[in-house]
T-cell receptor, first 108, second 112 residues
Framework: GIQVEQSPPDLILQEGANSTLRCNFSDSVNNLQWFHQNPWGQLINLFYIPSGTKQNGRLSATTVATERYSLLYISSSQTTDSGVYFCAVGNTGNQFYFGTGTSLTVIP | ETGVTQTPRHLVMGMTNKKSLKCEQHLGHNAMYWYKQSAKKPLELMFVYNFKEQTENNSVPSRFSPECPNSSHLFLHLHTLQPEDSALYLC???????????FGPGTRLTVT
């Protein structure tokens, strides 16, 4: 299967700070998603981004498929951004591969 | 996301019990998935159904038995589970397989 590595594994930010989360994957993909898992376990879709750049408010993401990585940018972080951020990738077929996540804590 | 619902949200069961998890999607998707999330581990894909047909079974023990009566409903039947099966079980759907997935809120299962 595809290996997915996320970094950093843990991140603590002061409210208002910016951050970059990284997702590296070991094979070509045609599906890449970023999720935010809240403390209750719900996975919230942030971006569907197999390539290119997208922005949604304070969040943006870039995927460079040829170099096999994706970045998630969080600007002006808020305490509600706390949680675990997952990257998931897939190629042909029905398999999806998740990374181990980045645990983000934003302190006021 | 309110498009995918799961019941129950919490379940405690003994090793000799039989129970079922239910998932329903209201998004008009044709593919549905079961994932397992154990503590400190990535999400593990268990089963995939595409147009009600099972297309993936990732070496899941037979004490987990999926059922997909139609494209909107997915069940996971549980029997004689082990304590190590305690985890968060997440259901997802997409249209069609390989595209953007949407997740339900999960069922937190504890096996005693």
């Amino acid at each position: 299967g595809i290996q997915v590595e996320q970094s950093p594994p843990d991140l603590i930010l002061q409210e208002g700070a910016n951050s970059t989360l990284r997702c590296n994957f070991s094979d070509s993909v045609n599906n890449l998603q970023w999720f935010h898992q809240n403390p209750w376990g719900q996975l919230i879709n942030l971006f569907y981004i197999p390539s290119g750049t997208k922005q949604n408010g304070r969040l943006s993401a870039t995927t460079v498929a040829t170099e096999r990585y994706s970045l998630l940018y969080i600007s002006s972080s808020q305490t509600t951004d706390s949680g675990v951020y997952f990257c998931a990738v897939g190629n042909t077929g029905n398999q999806f591969y998740f990374g181990t996540g980045t645990s983000l804590t934003v302190i006021p | 996301e309110t498009g995918v619902t799961q019941t129950p949200r919490h379940l405690v069961m003994g090793m000799t019990n039989k129970k079922s998890l239910k998932c329903e999607q209201h998004l008009g998707h044709n593919a549905m998935y079961w994932y397992k999330q154990s503590a400190k581990k990535p999400l593990e894909l268990m089963f995939v159904y595409n147009f009600k047909e099972q297309t993936e079974n990732n070496s899941v023990p037979s004490r987990f038995s999926p059922e997909c009566p139609n494209s909107s409903h997915l069940f996971l039947h549980l029997h004689t589970l082990q304590p190590e099966d305690s985890a968060l079980y997440l259901c997802a759907s997409s249209q069609p397989t390989g595209n953007e997935q949407y997740f339900g809120p999960g069922t937190r299962l504890t096996v005693t």
